[in-house]
């Protein structure tokens, strides 16, 4: 074996402690782009072997996260560890054990299948058997082995996404990380790689961490951070999460909500919220509450709302506002910007 193929691909007894520690550590994390600040003293911890969701609008911070964690970038302060080792010091160390798959697209649209694999493994290096071996599994694992000889170009939106997916993948790393990995996909393709993420980690132990700003992929996952203006505003299961709201959501739509609100907590000492035109509160059994504020207020109510809490609504008690407003820019308009 060549010493840049010998430098590049780990042994097994590198590889069996990469997958002992394959976990993610992030302690006090900041970073400033000038007078912004994108990340405000962040710290959580990924478990090895599990999904683990970084939840935010745009601008929350999600990506300067990632780019940070896959030793694109530098922090401004505190510090992270993957696998044992420290992206901004040690990048190369994380380079090997870590599997990225960024938002924007790497795939060569020119060159087929395999040889976008094959490309990759060389930058591991991977070659000969070895390289062709690892080459069939990945094309067999994200079912493309069919499709093998056929330029991506030709491939559908999800099936080029299953490309970055077996790229990322190449060199059998311990952790992997995807930012916004359905950008762009139809429902269907979306469920298809959830369930891949899930059978990866089930089956082989691969520690997921997984950006979104789509509630129901949160869900998906075993645990999350929900992040906002830079910071961890919520952390734990979706279940522990949702389970803070402690009863049903209800949402009172009305011409004056300000004086609505007041009257409520006048009335049922209820503190409530206002959202625009609508007065938000949590009560348990929302539905005989709502139909006690209908029988008082019912010339000033438009409609009523009762729902189970959602990580919105966790996101709405955490921070006090919705997760989309106006001054954060929802995915695809016009002069949006992520950090």
């Known amino acids: 074996m060549s010493?840049?193929?010998?430098?590049?691909?780990?042994?097994?007894?590198?590889?069996?402690?990469?997958?002992?520690?394959?976990?993610?550590?992030?302690?006090?994390?900041?970073?400033?782009?000038?007078?912004?600040?994108?990340?405000?003293g962040i710290s959580f911890d990924v478990r090895a072997a599990e999904i683990f969701g970084l939840l935010g609008p745009n601008g929350s911070g999600k990506t300067t996260l990632f780019r940070i964690l896959s030793t694109l970038m530098v922090p401004t302060s505190g510090s992270a560890r993957i696998a044992g080792f420290d992206p901004a010091t040690q990048?190369?160390?994380?380079?090997?054990?870590?599997?990225?798959?960024?938002?924007?697209?790497?795939?060569?649209?020119?060159?087929?299948?395999?040889?976008?694999?094959?490309?990759?493994?060389?930058?591991?290096?991977?070659?000969?058997?070895?390289?062709?071996?690892?080459?069939?599994e990945m094309l067999e694992r994200v079912a493309l082995a069919d499709r093998a000889n056929d330029l991506v170009e030709t491939f559908s939106g999800g099936m080029q996404r299953r490309v970055e997916l077996a790229k990322g993948l190449m060199h059998s790393p311990a952790i992997l990380l995807l930012d916004e990995p359905t950008?762009?996909?139809?429902?269907?393709?979306?469920?298809?790689?959830?369930?891949?993420?899930?059978?990866?980690?089930?089956?082989?132990?691969?520690?997921?961490?997984?950006?979104?700003?789509?509630?129901?992929?949160?869900?998906?996952?075993?645990?999350?951070?929900?992040?906002?203006?830079?910071?961890?505003?919520?952390?734990?299961?979706?279940?522990?999460?949702?389970?803070?709201?402690?009863?049903?959501?209800?949402?009172?739509?009305?011409?004056?909500?300000?004086?609505?609100?007041?009257?409520?907590?006048?009335?049922f000492g209820i503190i409530c919220s206002v959202e625009e035109n609508t007065v938000r509160l949590e009560r348990a059994q929302g539905h005989r509450f709502a139909a006690e504020v209908m029988e008082v207020f019912a010339s000033e109510i438009q409609s009523v709302n009762i729902s189970r809490p959602t990580l919105e609504d966790v996101f709405v008690n955490r921070t006090g506002h919705r997760f989309w407003t106006e001054n954060q820019n929802r995915p695809g308009a016009a002069g949006s910007v992520s950090t």
């Open 3 to 40: 010493s840049r193929t010998h430098s590049a691909v780990l042994s097994h007894e590198e590889e069996s402690s990469a997958t002992r520690n394959a976990a993610i550590e992030v302690n006090d994390l900041g970073h400033r782009y000038g007078e912004r600040v994108a990340l405000d």
């Open 91 to 136: 990048p190369n160390q994380v380079r090997r054990r870590i599997g990225v798959v960024a938002q924007a697209q790497s795939v060569d649209v020119k060159l087929t299948a395999r040889e976008n694999l094959m490309h990759q493994g060389h930058l591991y290096g991977l070659s000969g058997a070895r390289l062709k071996q690892r080459i069939a």
């Open 183 to 267: 950008t762009g996909l139809d429902p269907g393709a979306r469920r298809d790689l959830w369930l891949y993420l899930d059978s990866l980690r089930a089956q082989e132990g691969v520690t997921v961490l997984v950006t979104t700003h789509l509630m129901e992929e949160a869900e998906r996952c075993d645990r999350l951070a929900i992040l906002s203006h830079g910071k961890v505003v919520a952390l734990g299961t979706p279940a522990e999460l949702k389970s803070e709201i402690g009863g049903d959501v209800i949402q009172f739509e009305a011409d004056d909500p300000e004086a609505l609100a007041e009257r409520i907590h006048r009335r």
